[in-house]
């Protein structure tokens, strides 16, 4: 059974608009939870994180808000740029499985010229 | 050469075969990884070595063998495969396994993508 699911497999953007991708997990002993993106051909590379601590983290247009109690994450670009087009993937961590991280299936994101 | 890279990048083989996936890592890390990628599913992971020593094998069969010579190298011996295996197989490294609310990032390499007939 997924542990973490990302239920929509693709959107569309217009540059210059918001780009929101939605992550669910179901375990409540996730504490640490990533966002990976991957360009066709290459492998996924690291793009933002946030800890159970906190509820929000920003790094320049990428923030990820995270609702514990939903057990809901999400990725928020704007503004949304061509290059961002790719697919991202969340991934989630308990403290007590070392460093095994659990992936959802990805979303593929395209912004629009 | 920089990050982690994976040869080949693509395989066919055929159930009867024998072949090795590698991976090296230039970062310094201690810990690596393969991870298995089939298609419309999540990355699973397979195997983890932290400084040369398997840490987590999540019930892989046997047909896959991992290696560890070093730190910075990490093979997957395939042999007597099933077309069911066809998969983007993963390798990544992290500094080192860390647990607790902080985690090392993991680095993936480009992935091979393996396909058996």
């Known amino acids: 059974d997924q542990q973490v699911k990302q239920n929509s497999p693709s959107l569309s953007v217009q540059e210059g608009r918001i780009s929101i991708l939605n992550c669910d997990y179901t375990?409540?002993?996730?504490?640490?939870f990533l966002w990976y993106k991957k360009y066709p051909a290459e492998g996924p590379t690291f793009l933002i994180s946030?800890?159970?601590?906190?509820d929000k983290n920003e790094d320049g247009r990428f923030t990820v808000f995270l609702n514990k109690s939903a057990k809901h994450l999400s990725l928020h670009i704007v503004p949304s740029q061509p290059g961002d087009s790719a697919v991202y993937f969340c991934?989630?961590?308990?403290?007590?499985?070392?460093?095994?991280?659990?992936f959802g299936t990805g979303t593929s994101l395209t912004v629009i010229p | 050469e920089t990050g982690v890279t994976q040869t080949p990048r693509h395989l066919v083989m055929g159930m009867t075969n024998k072949k090795s996936l590698k991976c090296e890592q230039h970062?310094?890390?201690?810990?690596m990884y393969w991870y298995k990628q089939s298609a419309k599913k999540p990355l699973e992971l397979m195997f983890v070595?932290?400084?040369?020593?398997?840490?987590e094998n999540n019930s892989v069969p046997s047909r896959f063998s991992p290696e560890c010579p070093n730190s910075s190298h990490l093979f997957l011996h395939l042999h007597t495969l099933q077309p069911e295996d066809s998969a983007l197989y993963l390798c990544?490294?992290?500094?080192?396994?860390?647990?607790?609310?902080?985690?090392?990032?993991?680095?993936f390499g480009p992935g091979t993508r393996l396909l058996v007939l």
């Open positions: 946030i800890s159970s601590i906190k």
């Open positions: 990544a490294s992290s500094p080192e396994l860390a647990g607790g609310p902080t985690k090392e990032t993991q680095y």
């Open positions: 970062l310094g890390h201690n810990a």
């Open positions: 375990n409540s002993m996730f504490d640490y």
């Open positions: 070595y932290n400084f040369k020593e398997q840490t």
């Open positions: 991934a989630a961590s308990a403290s007590n499985t070392g460093n095994q991280f659990y």
